[in-house]
């Protein structure tokens, strides 16, 4: 058949005399042998001589009649050489089998209007639109991707960060590339060759010799940019249980023994303090470690680089990692809290918190992330010596829907706020841009990775779960109107929310059309936009796990507004110093997490969620996936 049919041609096939067409031919031959009157037909000279004309005219029929049809996908593949044979055959028998031969009878064709492509009905045709639309906008991440690496690798190759009016590089995370090693893992998502092939030779013949003679670094930024991306690529690009993504660069060992390298130089922090907190710097060519000018150590710091080390125990087979890093959850777990919240600094000396400042937004946030992440690490066959995080995790979410959840007037946002002087100080309303990693942390916790979906039909959401869900899409919304509010659509790194309490006049976001530009107040110190990642990261974890496409067009209207203002023509984008005024005065910087964190999340919010999927791998706080044990 030359036409494309909308059913399989296994159909014709198929043997049930309801459907399949019996033949003339064998219609008469059985006729022929089972018929009673050809004892009276053969009885005669006349019978005799139409019973052997009858037997040559279907010898005819037989020898002309034509074979089996080919299947739909090997007629189109082999049609030519099929209609070359069958010519033949058709030109001297044509007559005889279009008048014998009935075709066979098939399902109805849909008219050319609502057919479509071939296996998709008309009610698919809008899903299919819609997949193309989204394709075509990764695509354009993609694209955002190479033009911020271009910049980089034109002007700062080598530098921690590129300075993209200025086009030059700088070093302020200790000089180990912390950019190459924070997009490494985004470009072999994103199936960027050329970026894996110069990232990963620039790693393997640069940064060993870095790691063993840089001064002073934070073990923290350290470990979750540069440890944290060594590790991710070591697992894409084939390592151990890795998976099979094409991909360029070094062999994944270079990724692995580079990691172990720093790992071991960055142990310091934990064996030199005199308590289970370790010290915030290390001085990478000694090797030695030392505390913060003030002495204190970042609640979140020092608890948000247990992924890390706990993989690299792993994939090593040497268990120091992982036990050094543990020692900081098992040692607050035993620290007194106020309903399951902590204080932002702790002492290495004392192992004890300092302070009552409690919030989780700087200094605070990623110790909640790290609780229910390092617990779903461990996967579904979970080490009951682990069960104290996830315990951890649930009375902290409780505390901070009792404690610092309210809703803004006149319009009732749900935003997170801060108890600066502890649980008997005032509240303050203020919420930074870091907090909006709350709403992917919430859903994540509550679905284990999973669809809502999927969760619900394996009865795994209690009822705190389902108030965190709820909890977390509110705070989303929150997040996406920190971008609407303002004229450049763009979020602040602060805002401030108008309460019965708290209200300052003539500092909105500049978008007068917005429905909630009195619920948001913005400081002009305030006002800068880093090209954070937060609330990208959880509009992709609430589209994975609620699967509503307003997440993704939340997304794309960040993305398209990022675009717009921040990206530098020569090459990178650029933070900005004010995100409420037009034009938008730019900052001479683009961090290493636009690369690492914000453009990655954009990628795979458009994209298909089989890849990285949440029940399998887990984000550091830099956004590189991890793989969950037994995975």
């Not at 461990?378 to 069960?387: I, V, Y």
């Not at 917005?514 to 990642?533: C, M």
Request: proline share 5%; glycine share 8%; net charge neutral.
């Amino acid at each position: 058949m030359s036409k494309s049919l909308p059913y399989s041609m296994k159909d014709v096939h198929y043997d049930n005399a309801k459907f399949r067409q019996r033949s003339f031919v064998k219609v008469i031959t059985q006729s022929l042998l089972t018929s009673n009157a050809k004892h009276d037909c053969l009885s005669c000279s006349t019978g005799k001589f139409l019973a052997l004309l009858m037997i040559f005219g279907l010898a005819c029929l037989m020898f002309t009649h034509k074979s089996t049809p080919h299947s739909v996908s090997q007629g189109q593949a082999e049609g030519i050489k099929v209609n070359k044979e069958v010519k033949g055959i058709s030109d001297s028998g044509g007559r005889f089998q279009r008048f014998w031969r009935k075709p066979p009878r098939l399902p109805p064709q849909l008219p050319p209007d609502e057919k479509g492509s071939i296996g998709n009905p008309p009610h698919e045709l809008q899903k299919l639109n819609t997949g193309s639309k989204w394709v075509d906008r990764q695509q354009r991440v993609q694209k955002a991707f190479i033009h911020a690496w271009s910049g980089y690798k034109m002007y700062a190759m080598g530098y921690d960060e590129l300075m993209p009016l200025s086009q030059r590089g700088v070093d302020g995370l200790g000089g180990l590339g912390a950019t190459v090693v924070d997009a490494l893992d985004t470009a072999l998502i994103m199936g960027a060759d050329e970026v894996v092939s110069e990232a990963g030779l620039w790693i393997e013949t640069h940064l060993s010799d870095r790691i063993s003679k840089k001064g002073q670094v934070n073990l923290f930024e350290t470990t979750i940019r540069v440890l944290g991306g060594l590790l991710s690529a070591y697992h894409l690009s084939g390592g151990e249980q890795g998976t099979n993504l094409t991909h360029k660069g070094p062999k994944p060992t270079v990724y692995l023994e580079t990691a172990r390298n720093l790992a071991d130089r960055l142990l310091l922090a934990f064996t030199s303090s005199p308590t289970s907190i370790p010290f915030s710097d290390v001085v990478l060519h000694d090797p030695s470690a030392h505390r913060a000018p003030d002495g204190l150590s970042s609640t979140a710091e020092v608890s948000t680089v247990q992924l890390e080390f706990n993989y690299l125990s792993t994939v090593s087979g040497d268990p120091r990692y992982s036990i050094e890093a543990m020692k900081v959850l098992e040692h607050i777990k035993d620290l007194p809290k106020v309903e399951g919240l902590v204080p932002i600094y702790i002492s290495p000396d004392s192992g004890e918190f300092s302070g009552e400042n409690i919030r989780l937004g700087s200094r605070g946030d990623s110790y909640y992330e790290y609780l229910i992440k390092v617990w779903l690490q461990q996967g579904r066959n979970r080490d009951s010596n682990f069960t104290y995080l996830y315990d951890m995790y649930e009375e902290a979410m409780k505390g901070v829907r009792h404690l610092l959840v309210q809703k803004s007037i006149p319009n009732g946002l749900v935003f997170v706020g801060e108890l600066p002087y502890g649980p008997k100080g005032s509240f303050s309303p203020k919420m930074d841009h870091l907090v909006c990693f709350l709403p992917g942390t919430l859903a994540l916790g509550a679905t284990k990775g999973l669809t809502k979906e999927e969760a619900m039909k394996e009865n795994l959401l209690k009822f705190e779960d389902l108030e965190n869900l709820k909890l977390a899409e509110d705070l989303a919304k929150t997040c996406f109107e920190m971008y609407s509010v303002t004229s450049t659509g763009l979020a602040p790194e602060i805002a401030y929310f108008h309460t019965e309490e708290y209200s300052e006049h003539g500092l909105d976001g500049g978008n007068k059309n917005s429905k909630f530009v009195n619920d948001i107040i913005i400081k002009h110190a305030d006002r800068h936009n880093l090209l954070r990642p937060e609330t990208v990261e959880s509009l992709f974890i609430l589209y994975r796990i609620t699967e509503d496409p307003k997440y993704q067009e939340w997304g794309w209207q960040i993305f398209e507004a990022f675009e717009k203002y921040t990206k530098v023509d020569s090459g990178g984008y650029s933070s900005l110093e004010d995100v409420t005024v037009l034009p938008p005065r730019r900052r001479d910087k683009m961090e290493t997490f636009f690369l690492g964190e914000t453009l990655k999340y954009f990628y795979l919010l458009f994209g298909d969620r089989s890849v990285i999927p949440l029940d399998k791998y887990v984000f550091n706080t830099e956004a590189h996936p991890l793989p969950i044990k037994g995975s």
